[in-house]
């Protein structure tokens, strides 16, 4: 089975709100993070990854939280715009492995 | 710098039929997966190739087979095809050392009648 779920399918959100994405993971050896973006009809894009040595990683308007006691993962979107309408993964990858398991997916629908 | 290619985009088989996906990678990038999406099962591996060689492979029945060829681009195949075969085949390279970091192409969307 999955070691990543979503814990929602869809979150709505209005535009210049700011947006969480949850993920829980259950494999204890993952040690590599990674959040993906998918706009319809593209492939998943690539957004900001975080190592288990770490809590906390920014980027450009993203935020990627770690709290490895409760094995759970979000992402925060900050001043969420309508491009930013998408589905996001969560992946993980255990130390050693090349291939990442990625989540469900949460559908992020950004209302103007 | 040009970014991964699928073709062809969209195809409609039959049950029974086979069917070949090509995929090139990002120049530089040598290993190369292949990922099936479903509304019902999301992103599921399938397997995944560097320098020619399988070096991973998914929980997918012997039906489903790829290659990589020397410049790293990868096809893959499936044979008798099934109604439940009908999906979006993702191929998404990565470099070498970063294998959490995959480029997707755009997928192959395959459609079983």
């Known amino acids: 089975g999955e070691s990543v779920g979503l814990h929602l399918p869809t979150l709505s959100v209005q535009e210049g709100d700011n947006s969480i994405i949850n993920c829980a993971y259950s494999n204890s050896a993952s040690d590599y993070f990674i959040w993906y973006k998918q706009e319809s009809g593209k492939g998943p894009q690539f957004i900001i990854d975080i190592r288990s040595n770490m809590d906390k990683r920014q980027g450009q308007r993203v935020t990627v939280l770690l709290n490895k006691t409760v094995k759970h993962l979000s992402l925060q979107i900050a001043a969420t715009q309508p491009g930013d309408s998408a589905v996001y993964f969560c992946a993980d990858l255990v130390g050693g492995s090349y291939i990442p398991t990625f989540g469900r997916g949460t559908s992020l629908i950004v209302h103007p | 710098k040009a970014g991964v290619t699928q073709t062809p985009r969209y195809l409609i088989k039959t049950r029974g039929q086979q069917v070949t996906l090509s995929c090139s990678p990002i120049?530089?990038?040598?290993?190369v997966s292949w990922y099936q999406q479903t509304p019902g099962q999301g992103l599921q591996f399938l397997f995944e190739y560097f320098s020619e060689t399988q070096r991973n492979k998914g929980n997918f029945p012997g039906r489903f087979s790829g290659r990589q060829f020397s410049n790293s681009r990868s096809e893959m195949n499936v044979s008798t095809l099934e109604l439940g075969d009908s999906a979006l085949y993702l191929c998404a390279s990565s470099l070498a050392g970063r294998a959490g970091e995959l480029f997707f192409g755009e997928g192959s969307r395959l459609t079983v009648l």
């Open positions: 120049s530089g990038h040598r290993s």
